[in-house]
C-alpha cells in the first residue's frame, strides 16, 4: 500500500466463488421475504457553495440521515466516525473475515484507545479518500445498517434494508474541503464494496445504475441503483434511446492512496476524437490512450465541477470554438475560465445557448456524444456565458475529466455487468430534465 499505518499487517485473500457467496449471506435483507425490489433510488442534490453533489444515506441503529458528497468513481462509502457516531448495530471488520477480504483489505490494525466506532483491534483497514482534496488517511472497514427507498422506475416505494453494509470509518480531518454539513463521501466506483455492488448482491439485481444530475441547487436529481424504467416527468422513460459504449478499465489506481497491484476504481470511456461543429480538433491523440502506468485516456467525474483538459488538448478545444464563434466578440474572462461572451449575443435554444456543439466521439464515428450549448457554456452572470472548460496543465495524470457540469440533464447509465456506459445526451430535447423525477411516494 502506498499510504499506510506501520500497525498494518497482511492478511490473506480468500477464494473468490466462496466470498461472493458469503457476501449473499452477510448482506441478506430483512424484508426480503416479504418484497425484493427491482430498484432503489436515492435524490441527489448541488451545493451551490461547492458545486459537489450530495445526498443523504440512511444508516445505524436508530437510523440517521447522514449527508455524503457523491463520488462517482470513489471505492466505498466512507463517513467520520471520530463525531457522533452512535449505533447498537456497528460492527468492525475483523482480520481475515470474508469481509476484508470482499473489500480487499490487505492491513490489519490495532487501536490504542478505548473501543469505539472506528477504532477497534484487529480490524481491517482501507483508506478512505477525500477526492475533492486528495487526501487519504487510513480507516477500519465495518458494517452497520443502512436503509433505502425502493422505485418502480416512476416514483419511489417501499423502504428497505441492508443490515450489513460495508463502509469505512474516516476522520473529522477528512471533512476538509467538501460541502457544509456534510459528513462523509459515497463512493460509486468498480469494487466489490461500493453501494452499486453491494445493492445488487443484497437484492439479486443486475449489477447497474443510472445518475442524472440536477443542473439547479434548487431542484433534486436523482441515482437509480437497479435496471430501468428511470421515468421522467411527464412519462418520458430515459433508459430508452441511450448510446452505448465500452467502460474501460485503467490498470492502475487513480486514488491518493492504494495497495500496489490495485486498479482504478474510476469510470474510463475511449474517446477517440473531439469534433467541434462536426469539425475535428486537430489534438495529440497519443494522450487519449490509457497507458501502461495508468496515465492518459478519459474519465467521467462528479468531483470536478467542471471537464478538465490536458494544456495541449485544452488549447486546441479553446482555439477551434473561438475561431468557429470569430465573429463573436469575447469579453474579459471570468476565472476559472478563459473564454467568455456577452450572453445577448447567442439565440436561445431548446437545449441552451445557439454555440457550436462539441462532440466527444467514441468507438466510431457514428458513437458520439454531443455537447451543446446548456452543458457547454456556464452562465457567471447574468450578462455574461463562459465555456466551460478548465485547463489541467502538462503531463495530468488523466488527459481528460469529464466534470460535473457537462454531465448535468444527461442520464448516464453505469452497466457493470456488461462494461458499458448508456448515456442520453441533453434530456432538455426530450423536453425534460433530471429534476423531474417524482419523487412523491407511492408505497
Not at 418520458?236 to 467502460?247: G, K, V
Request: hydrophobic residues 35%.
Amino acid at each position: 500500500m502506498q499510504h499506510k499505518s506501520a500497525a498494518f499487517r497482511h492478511i490473506s485473500t480468500m477464494n473468490h466463488f466462496f466470498l461472493s457467496s458469503l457476501f449473499l449471506v452477510l448482506i441478506t435483507t430483512t424484508s426480503a421475504a416479504s418484497f425484493r425490489p427491482k430498484a432503489l433510488v436515492l435524490p441527489v442534490s448541488k451545493d451551490a457553495a461547492t458545486l459537489q453533489y450530495t445526498t443523504k444515506i440512511n444508516q445505524r441503529t436508530p437510523l440517521v440521515p447522514v449527508p455524503v458528497t457523491l463520488d462517482l468513481g470513489g471505492q466505498f462509502l466512507w463517513v467520520d466516525c471520530d463525531q457522533g457516531y452512535v449505533s447498537s448495530t456497528y460492527r468492525p471488520a475483523r482480520c481475515g473475515s470474508a469481509q476484508c477480504s470482499l473489500a480487499a483489505s490487505k492491513a490489519c490494525g490495532t487501536c490504542n484507545s478505548a473501543p469505539k466506532p472506528g477504532c477497534n483491534n484487529n480490524t481491517c483497514g482501507l483508506t478512505p479518500d477525500n477526492t475533492v482534496t486528495h487526501t487519504a488517511t487510513g480507516g477500519e472497514l465495518a458494517s452497520d445498517v443502512v436503509s433505502i427507498q425502493s422505485t418502480d422506475g416512476s416514483n419511489p416505494g417501499q423502504t428497505v434494508t441492508v443490515p450489513n453494509f460495508l463502509f469505512v470509518c474516516g476522520s473529522t480531518s477528512l471533512l476538509e474541503g467538501l460541502a457544509s454539513g456534510v459528513k462523509g463521501m459515497a463512493g460509486l466506483g468498480r469494487t466489490r464494496i461500493s453501494p452499486p455492488s453491494q445493492f445488487a448482491s443484497a437484492f439479486s439485481f443486475r449489477k447497474k445504475f443510472a445518475l442524472c444530475l440536477s443542473s439547479s441547487s434548487r431542484a433534486n436529481g436523482v441515482v437509480f441503483f437497479g435496471d430501468g424504467p428511470y421515468k421522467l416527468l411527464p412519462g418520458i422513460d430515459a433508459s430508452q434511446s441511450l448510446l452505448y459504449t465500452p467502460l474501460l478499465i485503467n490498470p492502475v489506481s487513480t486514488a491518493s492512496a492504494f495497495f500496489q497491484g490495485e486498479k482504478s476504481s474510476e469510470y474510463f470511456i475511449g474517446v477517440k476524437s473531439i469534433k467541434i461543429n462536426e469539425k475535428e480538433v486537430p489534438i495529440n491523440k497519443t494522450l487519449l490512450t490509457i497507458d501502461s502506468k495508468g496515465n492518459g485516456g478519459t474519465k467521467i467525474s462528479t468531483v470536478n465541477p467542471y471537464t478538465v483538459l490536458e494544456s495541449s488538448i485544452y488549447k486546441a478545444v479553446v482555439n477551434f470554438f473561438t475561431n468557429e464563434l470569430s465573429k463573436v466578440k469575447r469579453v474579459t474572462a471570468v476565472k476559472p475560465f478563459e473564454v467568455c461572451y456577452r450572453a445577448a449575443d447567442f439565440s436561445s435554444t431548446r437545449v441552451g445557448p445557439g454555440v457550436p456543439a462539441i462532440d466527444l466521439v467514441l468507438q466510431s464515428e457514428s458513437v458520439y456524444w454531443r455537447i451543446f450549448g446548456a452543458n457547454s457554456m456556464v452562465s457567471v452572470s447574468d450578462e455574461v456565458l463562459c465555456l466551460a472548460v478548465v485547463n489541467g496543465g502538462e503531463n495530468p495524470r488523466t488527459a481528460i475529466v469529464i466534470g460535473g457540469y457537462q454531465l448535468e440533464d444527461n442520464l448516464l447509465q453505469f452497466d457493470l455487468a456488461d462494461g458499458r456506459l448508456g448515456f442520453s445526451s441533453s434530456l432538455l430535447f426530450r423536453q425534460t430534465t433530471c429534476a423531474n423525477f417524482n419523487f412523491t411516494s407511492n408505497a
